[in-house]
């Protein structure tokens, strides 16, 4: 069996065909197996980020709530310091009512010094 040069021709293009085909579907399973890592990629890059956000608003609930409770703190110890200074003033203020109420008792002295121009004449 003899083939003709047109007869070859044609298997030769045949197999050009076959094996253009075939490098274009690897390249496009290539390009594919590449858009599906970049995909996954995506996506985890995405939870990652989410999981970050989750993790700071929640530490940024605790700090409000923290700065809260602080504050809260700081105005009741005002609170608590400005009461303290009302009722030592008030003490204060009632202490000195008392001593202008109260006279001092006139003492006399238990013992009269002697001059001691009175003890040489003696």
Known sequence: MSFSPLEILYIVLS???????????WFLWQLATILKNVNDTIADA??????IEQ????????????SSLVGLGANTAAKAVE?????KKKME???????????????????KKKSRSASRGK
């Open 15 to 25: 197999f050009c065909v076959l094996w253009f085909t075939a490098a274009v579907f």
């Open 93 to 111: 203020r009632e202490m000195e009512k008392e001593e202008d109420d109260v006279e001092p008792p006139s003492r006399k002295p238990a013992f």
């Open 46 to 51: 995405r939870d990652k980020m989410n999981k």
């Open 55 to 66: 993790a700071l608003s929640g530490i940024r609930a605790k700090f409000d709530s923290a």
């Open 83 to 87: 009461f303290v200074m009302e009722k």
